[in-house]
C-alpha cells in the first residue's frame, strides 16, 4: 500500500457528484439502499460519472493504474472505501473512491467494514494516511505484518487479502527485480547513458506492486535500515539512499 494524493476534480464532474449525492438525500432512507444500486448502475451515470472518475483515479495511482490497496498494476473497478451498503450518502463522495483491483474489491473487500471506534475506519485509507505508519511490508518474504499489533495494519491485511495466494510470492520477485534494476541503473549514470537509465526507472516504476518499490524507498532510510538489508547484496541499501534516484520517485 503506498501513499497517495487525491487532487480535486474538474468542476463538472465534482458537480455531477454532488447532485448525486443530493438525490441520495432525497431518497427516504428505507429505499436508499435499493435506489443508490440502481443509480450506481444507471447508463447516464456510467457514461458520465464513473468513466471520468474511474479515470481521475487511475491519474492518481502510482505506476500503471496500480491497485491503492494491493498495489498490483492496471487496476479497473471504482472501490467504495466505506462500502455502499454501510453508508449509500458516500456512495458519490470523491474522498470516498478509490481505484481497485476485481480481487481485492470483489472477491476480499466486498461490502465488509469496521468502524475504528470513532468515525472513522479501521481500513487504512491511503489518500488520508501513511500506510508505512500500520504496514510493515518484508521485501525478501513478500508478506505484510502490521506495525507493532496496529489494529488498522491487521484489519487492512486480512479484508484486502494482502498476504493471500501468491502475492507475497510475486512481491519477493518484484523485489528481486527492483534490486537488479537498481543495478543497472547505477551502471548506466556510470556510463553515461541516460537513455537506459530512464528505462531503469521507467520499470520500477511501472512493475506490478509498486508497493515494494515505495516500501524499499521507505525501508532505506529507517533507523532499522542497515539491520534490514543486512542480508542484500552490498551497494543496494546506498543506491536507495541515492539523492538522484530518490527525486525521481519524488522521495
Ligand atoms: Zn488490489
Known amino acids: 500500500m503506498i501513499r497517495i494524493v487525491r487532487p480535486r476534480l474538474p468542476t463538472e464532474l465534482e458537480a455531477s457528484l ?6 441520495m438525500a432525497d ?13 450506481w448502475k444507471r447508463e447516464s451515470v456510467r457514461r458520465d460519472v464513473y468513466r471520468p472518475v ?8 502510482p505506476g500503471i493504474d496500480c491497485c491503492m490497496y494491493c ?24 474522498p470516498n473512491l478509490l481505484l481497485a483491483c476485481s480481487t481485492c474489491n470483489t472477491r476480499f473487500k466486498g461490502d465488509k467494514h469496521r468502524g475504528d471506534g470513532l468515525v472513522g475506519s479501521l481500513l ?8 508505512f505508519e500500520h504496514l510493515d511490508l518484508g521485501l525478501a518474504s513478500g508478506v505484510y505484518r502490521p506495525v507493532e499489533g496496529s489494529p488498522k495494519g491487521e484489519w487492512t491485511i ?16 518484484a523485489w528481486l527485480n527492483l534490486a537488479d ?3 543497472g541503473w547505477a551502471q548506466a549514470r556510470a556510463a553515461g547513458d541516460v537513455r537506459n537509465m530512464r528505462r531503469k526507472i521507467y520499470r520500477m516504476r511501472t512493475q506490478p506492486f509498486a508497493d515494494v518499490c515505495y516500501a524499499a524507498l521507505h525501508k532505506a ?25 530518490r527525486a525521481t520517485f519524488q522521495m
Open 181 to 183: 534494476d537498481l543495478r
Open 71 to 94: 498495489g498490483n498494476h492496471m487496476a479497473d473497478t471504482v472501490d467504495h472505501f466505506v462500502p455502499k451498503s454501510h453508508c449509500a450518502l458516500r456512495t458519490f463522495h470523491w
Open 124 to 131: 487504512i485509507d491511503p489518500t488520508r494516511e501513511d500506510p
Open 158 to 173: 486480512e479484508v484486502c487479502g494482502l498476504n493471500k495466494g501468491k502475492r507475497p510470492r510475486v512481491r519477493a520477485e
Open 18 to 23: 454532488l447532485a448525486l449525492t443530493q438525490e
Open 221 to 245: 532510510v529507517s533507523e532499522e535500515a542497515s539491520r534490514i538489508f543486512a542480508a542484500e547484496e552490498p551497494g543496494v541499501l546506498d543506491l536507495l539512499r541515492d539523492d538522484e534516484l
Open 27 to 39: 431518497t427516504p432512507v428505507p429505499k436508499r439502499d435499493k435506489h443508490t444500486e440502481r443509480m
Open 54 to 61: 474511474r479515470e481521475a483515479l487511475e491519474d492518481m495511482a
